[in-house]
Nanobody, 127 residues
Framework: QVQLVESGGGLVQAGDSLTLSCAAS????????MGWFRQKPGKEREFVAD????????YQKDSVRGHFTISRDTDKSTVYLQINNLQPEDSALYYC????????????????????WGQGTQVTVST
């Protein structure tokens, strides 16, 4: 079955960088767009970035390019999210998700556009 397993979160200090990983199995990873979302306590799950099956990327907004970098390694069936210069407001549970259709250039901004999710990895940024 489809399985997504996130890792790489932790407790870090402001200004640090982290790379989150999402290992995929049970489907043809190379054919699907993938996305990263995050959720803060009491808040809705929010889009961070997605990457199409051919590697095209979309971010929450243009201004966060450089703060977030999404990438994928087809050989390892893994999608990554690098977060630079972490700030306390980046503290959240980070999820990866699979876009619903093969050969799509986007996963989409809405969580409802995705059909499989990992369990999440917690990122906590201290000052």
């Amino acid at each position: 079955q489809v399985q997504l397993v996130e890792s790489g979160g932790g407790l870090v200090q402001a200004g640090d960088s982290l790379t989150l990983s999402c290992a995929a199995s049970g489907f043809g990873f190379s054919r699907y767009a993938m996305g990263w979302f995050r959720q803060k306590p009491g808040k809705e799950r929010e889009f961070v970035a997605d990457i199409g099956w051919m590697g095209g990327t979309t971010y929450q907004k243009d201004s966060v390019r450089g703060h977030f970098t999404i990438s994928r390694d087809t050989d390892k069936s893994t999608v990554y999210l690098q977060i630079n210069n972490l700030q306390p407001e980046d503290s959240a549970l980070y999820y990866c998700a699979r876009g619903p259709r093969a050969f799509s250039s986007r996963g989409g901004f809405s969580p409802s556009s995705y059909d499989a999710w990992g369990q999440g990895t917690q990122v906590t940024v201290s000052t």
